[in-house]
């Protein structure tokens, strides 16, 4: 079955500090993988996706089919990127989305 | 106005009342998506419906029933609910079943007493 697991619940960090967040998944066959965010009070929204293989606000995220992770990763994280992020796969026809639990990034002054 | 809307925001209801969640779509998407969002859970895909016709249902009880009368709107009518199916209730669109980027609402905060 298609499960996706974020590990931390939250991370802290200061601001211009590196920050990965983590992503594991298990599928059977070959997933597209997204990577969501939701600022506070606003809605969630797309932040970036494997296939269109970019850097959005700063953050990348390299898909590793051999250890089946998308980790998300930032060289030097703002206070403007607190927020929650989740980690989400498809089928490769898009059909559906399965979402992890969420890991709240906190990135102090 | 534009992008996914969600009504109402916040709704109290008993185990024994009939209520509806709304959801209306400005961006000519032809998909649409009710999720449920627990505490301390995943989101959990609910219903998908792709140019009107329901493509699934994630083995949801039958006390929520959807309804997609147009590509543009998409309800959640709820019956006899448990106050375990508190939670938010997220609705999201895409162009189509296959585009990969989904647009969420803001949800609609339901308390079952």
């Known amino acids: 079955a298609q499960r996706v697991t974020q590990p931390e619940k939250l991370l802290s960090v200061f601001k211009g500090a590196p920050v990965e967040l983590k992503c594991n998944y298990s599928?059977?066959?070959?997933?597209?993988l997204f990577w969501y965010v939701q600022y506070s009070r606003q809605r969630l929204q797309l932040l970036l996706r494997h296939i269109s293989r970019e850097s959005i606000k700063g953050f990348t995220a390299d898909l590793n089919k051999g250890e089946t992770s998308f980790h998300l990763k930032k060289p030097f994280a703002q206070e403007e990127d607190s927020a929650m992020y989740y980690c989400?796969?498809?089928?490769?026809?898009?059909?559906?989305?399965?979402f992890g639990s969420g890991t709240k990034l906190n990135v102090k002054p | 106005e534009t992008g996914v809307t969600q009504t109402p925001r916040h709704l109290v209801m008993g185990m024994t009342n009939k209520k509806s969640l709304k959801c209306e779509q400005h961006l000519g998407h032809n998909a649409m998506y009710w999720y449920k969002q627990s505490a301390k859970k995943p989101l959990e895909l609910m219903f998908v419906y792709n140019f009107k016709e329901q493509t699934e249902n994630n083995s949801v009880p039958s006390r929520f029933s959807p309804e997609c009368p147009n590509s543009s709107h998409l309800f959640l009518h709820l019956h006899t609910l448990q106050p375990e199916d508190s939670a938010l209730y997220l609705c999201?669109?895409?162009?189509?079943?296959?585009?990969?980027?989904?647009?969420f609402g803001e949800g609609s905060r339901l308390t079952v007493l």
């Open positions: 989400a796969l498809s089928p490769y026809n898009f059909n559906k989305f399965y």
């Open positions: 599928y059977s066959g070959s997933p597209e």
């Open positions: 999201a669109s895409s162009q189509d079943q296959y585009t990969g980027e989904l647009f």
